[in-house]
């Protein structure tokens, strides 16, 4: 990779941290609206298809606001470890603050890192994953292949992501919404073009369903599979180590 590719791709990173540090305020609120509350149940069944038990250890790359982390906290219980990792500070002081609202605080530690480079020992934890966060990394390969590292062996990578719709008409009506009506709803309330014109550019340029498990199985990912949400708006993808 040569210097100025370098450059882009910190160019970009920096692009991205900006902008959830300026929509972190409003990024729960938002999710909800624009998901029409479909982000919570795809969160949930996340956590019940992690494999993991209680007492389990578990890492949430791009955990944002905690969501996910608290979700599998329910799952690992009192005894168990999850750990939540974005790179984002003002996404974290929320997940630490509805930590502490839940009563959630010794279960739940959020650190500050970059899901390129974890800060983690290998084989530490029984499962990894990442919601809406693979699409925003500048390196998605490399991502993966950390994730998989930090995860024992037998255990699983699940990757939360938009994906492709596969309802013929209602594909159609959801791509009117995602490329036009969802940037406008954002824009209104965030007052910031270019938040939600960055999603539906990301998630039409990021791999379909197909693309995404052919891209793991190279990766070295075991008993590759995924399940479309929703009719594909969301899909989730497992793999094991």
Not at 147 to 158: E, H, S
Not at 179 to 194: A, K, N, S
Request: a positive charge; glycine letters at 8%.
């Amino acid at each position: 990779m040569t210097r100025k590719d370098e450059a882009a791709l910190e160019e970009r990173e920096q692009y991205v941290q900006d902008l959830f540090r300026r929509v972190a305020p409003r990024y729960d609120f938002l999710n909800r609206l624009l998901s029409f509350r479909r982000d919570v149940a795809w969160r949930r069944f996340t956590a019940r298809q992690a494999g993991l038990v209680p007492g389990g250890r578990v890492l949430d790359v791009a955990t944002g606001t905690g969501d996910l982390a608290f979700d599998l906290a329910a799952v690992v219980g009192r005894e168990g470890r999850v750990v939540g990792l974005d790179f984002t500070e003002e996404m974290l002081v929320r997940a630490r603050r509805k930590a502490d609202k839940l009563g959630l605080g010794d279960v739940c530690t959020f650190v500050q890192g970059n899901a390129l480079d974890l800060p983690f020992g290998e084989n530490e934890f029984d499962a990894a994953t990442i919601a809406f966060g693979l699409r925003n990394v500048v390196d998605r390969e490399r991502c993966l292949l950390e994730m998989k590292r930090v995860v024992r062996p037998g255990g699983r990578v699940l990757v939360l992501e938009f994906s492709r719709p596969v309802w013929p008409v209602f594909r159609q009506v959801y791509l009117l919404y995602f490329r036009y009506v969802l940037p406008w709803i954002g824009r209104l309330i965030q007052g910031d073009p270019d938040t939600y014109r960055y999603l539906p550019e990301t998630v039409l340029a990021f791999p379909d369903q197909e693309a995404l498990a052919a891209m793991m199985r190279e990766l070295g990912f075991r008993n590759v599979r995924y399940h479309n949400l929703t009719g594909g708006i969301c899909a989730l993808h497992i793999g094991e180590v």
